[in-house]
Each structure stands twice: as C-alpha cells, then as structure tokens.
C-alpha cells in the first residue's frame, strides 16, 4: 500500500511540510534542510560524525528532564531508537486507534525538556511496539500505513524520501568522506514481522512468554524489500555503521521481544553482513527497560556488538529505586543498569586505527557501562 506523499508546496503557518531528514540509500541523495524551526537540521553529508547519543522508551505522560543532560554531550546525531512514546497506555480498557498516535506524539512535543533537545540536537528514529501502536505488535496492525505517516511527520522526514512510498520506516544515512565515514541504518523490526512464538512451557524461570521458532517455521521479520534494500545499504562503503534495532539483535534468553525468536531471520542477517563484507557495524537496540551492551564474538564474521538503552525516563518518574536485572544474558559484558539511561557513542578518527568508546549513562550522568574498540576489531580477519 502506497503512502501519502506530503504536499511540499504547502505551508500552513507553523505546519510547513518541508523537513529535515532523508532517509536515503546513498548521501548522494540526501539535501539537508527542513523549514521548520522546532527541528534541527542533520548533519550534512561531508560532515564527520564524533559523537552520537540513542536511547528509547519515553513516555510522554511524565517529566523528561533527561533530555537536558543528554544535550551536555554535545552529541552530532541522536537516535530515538523505539518507543518514543506510548500510544497504548490505555490498551487495557478500549480499543487503540490512529488517533491515539496522533495524541501521543502531540504528548511527546509538549515536553519542555524534549522540545528544547530536538531544536538543538539532529534527530533520526525508528518505532518499537509502542510507538507502532500496540504491545509486542507486528505485521497485523491495522493502522500501520497511517502509523507510517505521523512518525515521518513528526519527525520532519524530507519531502522526496523513500520513507514515504516504501512499507516500513527503515532508512539509511551516511555522514562524512571515505576514511571517516559514518553508516547510520535504521530498521524496521514491527512492520511486515510475522507472529511471536509462545514458550509452550509457559514463563518457565521468570521468562517472557515467546521462545525461539522452531527450525520448520520461519515467518518474516524485515520482509523482503527491507532485505534486499538492507543488502543494498550494507554494500555502499562506510567505515563505522551504527544499525539501529529496536530490539535486541544479540541477547536472546529473557523470552522477551529479540531478534533470537527468529533464528532463521537473525542467521540471515549476519550471512548478509558476510557475503556484503560490511565492517564497522555496532548494533543499538532498546525495548528491554533496562541498559546492558552484549557480544557475541561467534555469530558472524566478527564480533556481533549489542549496545542497548531502554528507560529514557521509565522508572524515576515512577518514583522507583534502582533495581538488580536477574535475567540470564550469556553474552553480557560487564554489568547490566534497570533505572533511567542513554548511550553515547564516540568515535576518535584521529588514530590510524580509530577508536570507538561505548559510554551508558544514569539519570545523574554518571558512567554505568564503558566499553572501548576499534574498527580493526569490527570487520573479518580476511578483510585486513
């Protein structure tokens, strides 16, 4: 089904659709600028990215004072990685609609903190379930087309973009020249995944319900066309990639949303990074309410990196006190942090081998997980 495509030569007062970002397969395509004032422009195409922050889960009912202290880090590029406001909140008691999109992101704007920060800060985002429409929703969402148009709208998407005809809210950027070039590819986990496969034992250990597919079952999660635009990206040349996933790509044993219920897909995936000999990628995913980076040095040509954030302000405006996460995650690296949180990526290009430093951070701006690689380490020892 076709989008809408905006009206670019109308503007009515302060609701001009000319907008910021390009969600675009080559820089080359890509024209900064946006019309609208609320909005910061993107980073142009030669532009060579330092620093960039993510996070994701936001409710837009409570205060978002965490906005301020992510702006301390100056960051060139923020990801909003999923959940970038709750649509569903009242799913309990009456059916959702478009409507309540609609109202949620209007929720979203009207926060201080957050309206201060998007003026400022370049912004590109993805959805996770709720900001889609429903908890753990997928394909079968009814509203998703128009799901589709209000996230471009509010987000500023550039007339002309892909993201407007395509099924699906995936893009990629590319910022700077060859050498210290920075991939951002945004996926789209919600529109076209297949159903969840319920643990037949239940919440076995305190799990989630969903469990792995088994190995004669293998429903879609990106869809075709992702794939093969996704292929398409991951051929064009960068030096560092930041994929976004709204859920997690490497943990796999909490029985919640990962892309480990699709182990079909997920193999795929890191064949697709294989066979394109794409280096560089660090994954940022959210969803979990809860900040842990996970890697597992096994799955593809080189080490799979997992950085997730999850609780932009999701427990302190609940007046809830730092908790223990119990959850198994053999492939966790150091210590996981369920209180609010976001991640800082830096990237030092001034070394022959260029340094890439993993920060998580509180609430407080205090330093939760820190983790530093290079992209040597991040492409396929044949590669070298």
Known sequence: MALRLPNV??????????????????????EPGHGRDDLAELPS????????????????EDPQPIWDD??????????????????????RFREITLQDIHDAYAGLADRPAFARFRQNVPMLATWDDHDYGLNDAGAE???????????LEFYGEAAGSPRWDQEGVYGSWAFGPVGKRTQVIVLDT?????????????????RGPYAAHPADHNPAFLGEAQWAWLETALEEPADLRIVVSSVQVVADEHGW????????????????ID???????????GDRHLMELSIDPDIGPYQAVDFTSSGLN???????????????????????????????IQIDWSRPDPAVTLRGYDGHGDVRIEHALTLGELRAANND
Not at 190 to 206: A, C, D, I, T
């Open 257 to 272: 949303e990962t892309w480990g219920n699709f182990p079909a897909e997920r193999r795929r995936l890191f064949d697709l």
């Open 314 to 344: 999701w427990w302190a405006a609940r007046g809830r006190e730092e908790e223990t996460v119990r959850e198994a995650n053999r492939f966790r690296i150091g210590d996981p942090f369920r209180f609010d949180n976001y991640g800082v």
């Open 275 to 285: 066979s394109t000999g794409a280096s560089g990628i660090v994954f940022v995913s």
């Open 45 to 60: 195409a030669d532009a060579v990215l330092s620093v960039i922050a993510f996070g994701s889960c936001a409710n837009q």
């Open 141 to 151: 969402l009814t509203f998703k087309a128009g799901a589709q148009t209000a996230l």
């Open 190 to 206: 919600r529109y076209h995944r297949g159903p969840l496969h319920r643990n037949p034992l239940g919440r076995v250990s305190g």
């Open 70 to 91: 992510i702006a301390e880090h100056e960051p060139d590029l923020f990801l909003f990685i999923g959940d970038n406001m709750y649509a569903d909140l009242d799913r």
């Open 9 to 30: 030569l109308v503007c009515l007062s302060a609701l001009c659709v000319f907008v910021f970002a390009a969600g675009c397969q080559s820089p080359a395509a890509t």
